[in-house]
């Protein structure tokens, strides 16, 4: 990705071709932001500011608060809130925020699952022993501590100190991949060849000592 009009754009294709496709029936666009000199942040329209995110709150308030203040990219059919956040410093990604917030409830969908299950949307959902987890991949050069805060790290849950680590910093394309083939895999088996790859990569971050450890990957290109 060279910089943040390509982010941007990227977003807004995916963003359209959901809309398309009824996998996002709630939406707020990419936009960007001059946040310094040389230095842009891309968002979404109507973004209140996320610090209460970071806050010891009870997942279910905290989902209530982001669906009521509408802080995300897209709200998927069953209620999950995407967030797709970047910002690039001289043309260069220097943090993002790609986060992934599951309804914490359910029970809607599961205990009714004759009135969903003709729809591929709630297919994976339907089974009662699903648990909600909430997941969110970062990339922030400023906080790097080698093997204490990798620049690129997977978040599962809202564990602090949770920080898996990542190969690179990803495209918006390969979160929203990740996000659908994972926890809607059967709507995305049918909708994958509709949405494309753009080949927007970045450059490996992760360190020997890190790549030593547990970590995620994807090809760099």
Same mark, same amino acid.
């Given at each position: 990705m060279t910089n943040a009009s390509d982010a941007r754009d990227e977003i807004n294709q995916i963003t359209r071709k959901l809309i398309e496709l009824g996998l996002s029936d709630d939406q707020n666009y990419a936009v960007l932001r001059e946040i310094g000199a040389s230095r842009i942040e891309v968002t979404f329209q109507g973004d209140t500011g996320l610090a209460y995110v970071l806050k010891n709150t009870p997942y279910s308030d905290?989902?209530?608060? /982001?669906? !009521?203040?509408?802080?995300?990219?897209?709200? /998927?059919p069953?209620?999950?809130?995407?967030?797709?956040?970047?910002v690039f410093q001289d043309d260069e990604v220097d943090k993002h925020r790609l986060a992934f917030f599951p309804s914490p409830d /359910? !029970?809607?969908?599961?205990n009714e699952?004759?009135?969903y299950e003709m729809d591929l949307v709630y297919a994976?959902?339907?089974?009662?022993?699903?648990?909600?987890?909430?997941l969110r991949f970062d990339f922030d050069r400023q906080a790097y501590v080698e093997n204490e805060h990798p620049m690129s790290h997977v978040t599962i849950g809202q564990y602090k100190n949770c920080r898996i680590p990542m190969r690179s910093a990803i495209s918006p394309f390969r979160f929203m991949e990740?996000?659908?083939?994972?926890?809607?895999n059967t709507a995305y088996r049918n909708f994958r060849d509709q949405i494309t790859d753009n080949g927007l990569m970045h450059p490996e971050t992760i360190t020997d000592l890190e790549a030593r450890r547990v970590h995620f990957? /994807?090809?760099?290109?």
């Open positions: 905290l989902y209530k608060e /982001l669906k !009521s203040n509408r802080d995300y990219n897209m709200s /998927l069953d209620g999950g809130l995407i967030q797709i956040q970047y /359910l !029970s809607e969908f599961q699952p004759e009135v994976d959902i339907l089974e009662s022993k699903v648990v909600t987890t909430p990740f996000i659908l083939g994972s926890f809607y990957g /994807l090809e760099c290109r």
